[in-house]
């Protein structure tokens, strides 16, 4: 008799437990394979140079087609972008004071969002000054940078995605293309300007 009892409680048990009561759990995310590290020099024709990623294509950007200078680095494998926009400074072009006013304005608007910027300045190797700034949060934007010599060249950068994915789950990409910027930055070089 307990085994007949013991099979009763083990239907019983059987029966209960596929009830509609549940949760489903949520979707993993994708796995994602990330290249490795590799580098080439940008093409010539820009009044900057600097060592890209292989892993991105360089495209015209399509926001201000009456900047030559502005450029896209395209990671189609990751569906992320960096922007680079370029200014003159000087008698060439812009106020140094008001380009970084634009620069640190546009790093503030993303405020509203985000649950911190980090930023640091920086001293490249060509002796540019540099500022990085890292945002956490649900932010369009999660690493952006800017780099000059204070008289002649302005080079800002800022890296965003195709996709409305939560940003937690594209970390491994913002880590890898973070790696690929600071070597941009380190390995940029601004033309040799005429006199200002």
Known sequence: MSSKLLNSVLVLLFFSSCGSDHLP????????????????????????????????????????????????LNYKDMGAKVHLTYLPLG??????????SDAINLTAKHQVKAYGIEESVLITPKGYTGVVAELSGEVPTQFQFFVTDSTSHFLRGALYFDTAMKNDSLAPVIEHIKIDMMHLINTLEFEKSKIN
């Not at 008698?91 to 970084?100: A, E, I, P, S, T």
């Open 91 to 100: 008698r060439q072009g812009g106020d140094v004071k008001l380009v970084l």
């Open 25 to 72: 759990r949520p979707m993993g995310y994708n796995r994602i394979d990330l290249p490795e590290h590799s580098f080439e020099k940008l093409k010539e024709g820009f009044p900057y140079k600097f060592e890209k990623p292989q892993a991105a294509l360089v495209e015209k950007d399509s926001f201000n087609l009456q900047k030559d200078d502005w450029i896209n």
